[in-house]
């Protein structure tokens, strides 16, 4: 049943604007982490959230590997930088001289590391939805990264995703099983702020595109550049 509010809309209509709110402080933290440990109430309260995201089938592949030991923690960071010097090395000019002063991850500074894993055997092999596009799997993974970073936004502390390893790298230091793929390591903690505008954007790196340019009405625009 829906209410309605003093202008005579019904309630459902209202935009949640606490949501926006949240959907718009998010930032990739890198270096406002301060350290600080995480209530453990909150991190599963955040943990929670990640855990509802809807999910093809109902398979619910994901897992959560809480990395706090710090030994861990910098023997994973060693790989990332390796892993920074194989991009930057492709890189020339401008872009090289710009991606120079970007930092790319706050693995030892924030107060935990948080690695997702997908597990395309959970529920198989009757994976409701997944017949046809296997990667769905995956996707629904990334629906509970979002929300864990939503959350975590909503609780005042900051997140980082990180991606500049490899896969073998990551699933040998967490023992995590061969078919399991390990798709993020998320940085987690308290922060001193989040910015306003996106690290690669205050950078140089590149900019957020309008709206406009990505809404297609009825078929797909190929006038848009990339
Ligand atoms: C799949 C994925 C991988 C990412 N990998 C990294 C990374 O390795 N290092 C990093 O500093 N940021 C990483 N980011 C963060 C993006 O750079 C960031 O989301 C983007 O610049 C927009 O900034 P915002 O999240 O603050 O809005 C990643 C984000 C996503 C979604």
């Known amino acids: 049943m829906t ?20 959907i718009n ?13 995480i209530d453990s109430e909150v991190l599963y309260r955040v943990l929670g959230a990640a855990h509802s995201a809807p999910s093809v089938g109902l398979s619910q592949p994901w897992d959560f590997v809480l990395v706090r030991d710090e030994a861990t923690r910098r023997a994973f960071r060693e790989h990332v930088l390796a892993e920074r010097s194989v991009f930057a090395a492709e890189l020339s000019g401008e872009r090289a001289r710009t991606f120079s002063k970007i930092k790319v991850e706050g693995i030892v500074e924030s107060s935990l590391g948080i690695t997702v894993t997908y597990d395309p055997e959970r529920g198989s092999p009757d994976v409701l939805g997944r017949h046809a596009i296997a990667d769905a799997g995956l996707y629904s993974v990334c629906l509970a990264i979002q929300n864990l970073w939503l959350a975590a936004t909503a609780e005042g502390l900051g997140v980082g995703w990180v991606s500049f390893y490899r896969e073998e790298f990551l699933r040998r230091l967490l023992d995590i099983p061969s078919g399991v793929r390990p798709v993020a390591w998320l940085c987690i903690g308290p922060v001193r702020e989040l910015a306003e505008t996106p690290d690669l954007e205050r950078h140089g790196w590149r900019n957020r ?3 406009e340019d990505v809404v297609h009405d009825g078929k797909y625009r190929h006038d848009f550049t990339r």
């Open 3 to 22: 209410t309605a509010d003093r202008s005579g809309r019904p309630e459902s209509r209202q935009p949640v604007s606490d949501l926006y709110d949240v």
């Open 25 to 37: 402080r998010r930032r990739d933290v890198r270096s406002e982490f301060t350290g600080e440990t």
């Open 209 to 211: 595109l309008r709206l």
